[in-house]
C-alpha cells in the first residue's frame, strides 16, 4: 500500500534564502509518476524538474534539484520530508519560484496540509530499496552511514560550541508515523553569526525569528524558546529523511549521521547506488508494510500546535 493525496494541498510563503514570496500546490499524481516540480514562472526552457537523487546540485545550506537546461528549484529537503513522511511517492508540485516556501522553518505545515487535503491508500505494491551492507562516507568530523535494518531507522549526532545547543544525540525508527510525531514540527536552526553572514552574502533574506531558531551563545533569540529540548538534532533528522527520499523510494536500512548536512547525505546515497552489492530494489510485504514512514498517519500525530 502507499498514500496518495486526495486533493491538491496549496501553500504561500517566503523563499528562506531568496526572500521571494512564492505559491506552490501539491496536487495528486499517478502511480508511477514520482515526484516533479513544475516551475510555472519558466517559459522559455524546460520547467520540469524530478526530485531525484541524480537531479542535486551542490549546495551546503540546502538542498537543490536541477534539469538539463538549468531550471531548479530550492530548499526542497521539509517539502519531500513531508511527503516521505506520509508515505506520499507520487505528486506534481507546481511553484512560481525558484525556491520552496520556508513556513514556520519545519515540515508540519506541509504534514498538516497533507492531510487535511486527505490521504487514500492505494492497492499498488510498494518498491523499497533494501540496504545489504554498510556503505559510509566522511568528509573531516562529519560522517554519513547506511546499514542494513528491517526499517528506516535514524541515528544522529551534532555537535556546537554554542552552549544552548553543545552535543546532541537522538536516535528514531521512523515506523507508523514517528516521523510526524517527533521530528515534523523541529524548525531550522542557526547562530546568530551565521545569519550575519549569509545575510552579507545575499542569503537568508527571508529568514526571521519565527521561521528559524536562532542561538547566540546560550541564548534562545526566537520568540516562545524550542518546541523540544532537542530540537536541533531533530531537525537535522527531518533534514536526513527528505535528502533519503531523493533515492526514489522507501529506504530499509539505518541511516546514521554524525554532523552530517545534505551534501554528505547526497554522497551517501550516490555511494549506495554505485555499488550493486549494497542494495536491492524489494516489494514490500504485509509485514514490512506495516513499519514504513507514513503507514496508518493522520491528524492525531501532528503534534499540538505551538505558540
Not at 534539484?65 to 506520499?88: F, K, P, Q, R
Not at 528491517?150 to 537522538?170: H, P, V
Not at 514517528?178 to 533574506?205: K, P
Not at 510485504?285 to 499540538?304: E, W
Request: proline share 6%.
Amino acid at each position: 500500500m502507499q498514500n496518495q493525496l486526495k486533493s491538491e494541498a496549496s501553500f504561500v510563503g517566503q523563499g528562506l534564502h531568496s526572500g521571494a514570496v512564492v505559491r506552490m500546490v501539491v496536487k495528486p499524481a499517478a502511480l508511477g509518476h514520482g515526484i516533479w516540480f513544475h516551475r510555472t514562472d519558466v517559459v522559455d526552457r524546460d520547467p520540469m524538474v524530478p526530485a531525484i537523487l541524480d537531479a542535486v546540485t551542490p549546495s551546503r545550506l540546502c538542498t537543490v534539484v536541477e534539469n538539463a537546461d538549468g531550471t531548479s528549484v530550492s530548499t526542497i529537503e521539509h517539502i519531500m520530508a513531508a511527503l516521505a513522511g506520509c508515505g506520499i511517492q507520487n505528486a506534481l508540485i507546481t511553484i512560481d519560484g525558484p525556491e520552496v516556501p520556508i513556513l514556520d522553518g519545519s515540515a508540519a505545515p506541509f504534514v498538516a496540509g497533507f492531510l487535511e487535503a486527505g490521504l487514500e491508500e492505494l492497492s499498488a505494491p510498494v518498491r523499497a530499496i533494501r540496504v545489504l551492507k554498510p556503505v559510509e562516507v566522511r568528509e573531516g568530523e562529519a560522517l554519513a552511514r547506511l546499514e542494513p535494518a528491517d526499517m528506516l531507522e535514524i541515528d544522529f549526532r551534532i555537535s556546537f560550541a554554542e552552549k544552548a545547543i553543545g552535543t546532541q544525540t537522538r536516535r528514531l525508527n521512523l515506523a507508523n508515523g514517528a516521523f510526524v510525531r517527533e521530528l515534523s514540527d523541529s524548525r531550522t536552526f542557526c547562530r546568530q553569526s551565521d545569519v550575519d553572514t549569509m545575510r552579507e552574502a545575499g542569503l537568508a533574506l527571508g529568514g526571521t525569528l519565527e521561521n528559524a531558531v536562532v542561538f547566540d551563545g546560550d541564548a534562545v533569540l526566537s520568540p516562545g524558546g524550542l518546541r523540544h529540548a532537542d530540537e536541533p538534532v531533530r531537525h537535522k533528522m527531518l533534514d536526513a529523511v527528505g535528502d533519503l527520499a531523493l533515492a526514489g523510494g522507501p529506504i530499509l536500512g539505518r541511516y546514521t549521521g554524525d554532523r552530517a548536512g545534505h551534501a554528505l547525505t547526497n554522497q551517501l546515497l550516490r555511494a549506495l547506488f554505485a555499488d550493486p552489492s549494497a542494495w536491492n530494489e524489494v516489494d514490500c510485504g504485509p509485514q514490512t508494510l506495516g513499519k514504513l514512514p507514513g503507514v496508518g498517519v493522520h491528524s492525531g500525530d501532528l503534534p499540538a500546535k505551538r505558540h
